[in-house]
């Protein structure tokens, strides 16, 4: 398969494994610019854990989903010599925050920064404006331009906020003011981004839908993978058939070929390459 290989330089600038709850990571509202207790989370904020997989690779699982029922969304952070990068941004701008908030603690003088959408989805993208407000570049597949093209970011919260029952105060409260800001680079087959000398790889894994991608981490053993792997639950199918599932079946097996320490999936908890093996047999489990 064709690999396309970019190496970014000084493009952008801004002027404990632990497992940490909201409580205990040191990122009390007071690091915000309104001033709430401590005590009282965002209501779009969910209950985040933060996974130090590494000195500089981490996890955050259990960010704010609106199916509620503990069904979470997970990020990652990835901090190289000079560079922080995000994967995904939440499904809140309370969300977003709260990553950001851990990216403030790593900050040292100037710092690169940039964005990784796995897909177009809500639940991944609502958070991206605040990441874009502090200059990061976006990265996303091709078609996730067709998706924002189509529908605004204000568009898409008053459809999930009709669609959970809730007033269009109660929605502006959880999801926040949601805007989406055109990728700045697009993709449309694998490519290795080289930032200060390390290498990121988005992978095109198509099936969950046509614009999903992954990111694999070679240095750390880690795999980003979205929405293409999930843990412990039903995978949503709804937005393809048997084509697309052959698909998305197709790209689990190429991503078990990948030397892999920990896998973050877009939903659920942190996992091993023997999850892969899970969803395989669910996807193939529906043509019985």
């Given at each position: 398969?064709?690999?396309?290989?970019?190496?970014?330089?000084?493009?952008?600038?801004?002027?404990?494994?632990?497992?940490?709850?909201?409580?205990?990571?040191?990122?009390?509202?007071?690091?915000?610019?309104?001033?709430?207790?401590?005590?009282?989370?965002p209501q779009g904020l969910g209950s985040p854990e933060v996974h130090k997989l590494t000195e500089n690779v981490y996890a955050i699982t259990g960010l704010y989903h609106s199916a509620g029922k503990g069904f979470g969304t997970n990020a990652g952070m990835i901090f190289t010599q000079k560079s922080i990068i995000f994967i995904d941004a939440g499904m809140s701008i309370a969300s977003a925050?709260?990553?950001?908030?851990?990216?403030?603690?790593?900050?040292?003088?100037?710092?690169?920064?940039?964005?990784?959408?796995?897909?177009?989805?809500?639940?991944?993208?609502?958070?991206?404006?605040?990441?874009?407000?502090?200059?990061?570049?976006?990265?996303?597949?091709?078609?996730?331009?067709?998706?924002?093209?189509?529908?605004?970011?204000?568009?898409?919260?008053?459809?999930?906020?009709?669609?959970?029952?809730?007033s269009p105060e109660e929605g502006d409260r959880i999801f926040g003011d949601v805007i989406f800001f055109e990728p700045d680079v697009v993709i449309e087959q694998d490519t290795i981004l080289n930032i200060d000398n390390e290498e990121i790889h988005l992978l095109v894994t198509p099936g969950h839908v046509q614009d999903e991608l992954s990111v694999y981490h070679p240095l750390s053993k880690t795999?980003?993978?979205?929405?293409?792997?999930?843990?412990?639950?039903?995978?949503?199918?709804?937005?393809?058939?048997?084509n697309e599932w052959?698909?998305?079946?197709?790209?689990?097996?190429?991503?078990?070929?990948?030397?892999?320490n920990t896998i973050i999936p877009g939903h659920?908890?942190?996992?091993?390459?023997?999850?892969?093996?899970?969803?395989?047999?669910?996807?193939?489990?529906?043509?019985?």
């Amino acid at each position: 398969m064709k690999v396309k290989n970019i190496t970014l330089s000084l493009l952008l600038t801004v002027s404990c494994s632990l497992v940490l709850p909201y409580s205990l990571c040191g990122l009390s509202d007071g690091d915000t610019k309104n001033t709430r207790n401590p005590s009282q989370k965002p209501q779009g904020l969910g209950s985040p854990e933060v996974h130090k997989l590494t000195e500089n690779v981490y996890a955050i699982t259990g960010l704010y989903h609106s199916a509620g029922k503990g069904f979470g969304t997970n990020a990652g952070m990835i901090f190289t010599q000079k560079s922080i990068i995000f994967i995904d941004a939440g499904m809140s701008i309370a969300s977003a925050e709260f990553l950001w908030q851990i990216a403030q603690k790593r900050i040292e003088e100037k710092e690169n920064l940039y964005l990784i959408l796995t897909h177009h989805h809500g639940d991944h993208t609502f958070g991206m404006r605040i990441m874009k407000e502090q200059g990061a570049k976006v990265f996303a597949h091709k078609i996730i331009k067709h998706w924002f093209e189509m529908y605004s970011g204000d568009q898409y919260k008053r459809f999930l906020t009709e669609r959970s029952g809730w007033s269009p105060e109660e929605g502006d409260r959880i999801f926040g003011d949601v805007i989406f800001f055109e990728p700045d680079v697009v993709i449309e087959q694998d490519t290795i981004l080289n930032i200060d000398n390390e290498e990121i790889h988005l992978l095109v894994t198509p099936g969950h839908v046509q614009d999903e991608l992954s990111v694999y981490h070679p240095l750390s053993k880690t795999l980003f993978a979205g929405d293409t792997i999930y843990e412990g639950s039903d995978l949503t199918t709804r937005f393809g058939g048997p084509n697309e599932w052959k698909i998305w079946i197709s790209q689990l097996d190429r991503l078990k070929q990948l030397d892999i320490n920990t896998i973050i999936p877009g939903h659920g908890k942190l996992c091993s390459k023997k999850e892969i093996d899970r969803n395989i047999n669910y996807l193939k489990g529906l043509f019985k």
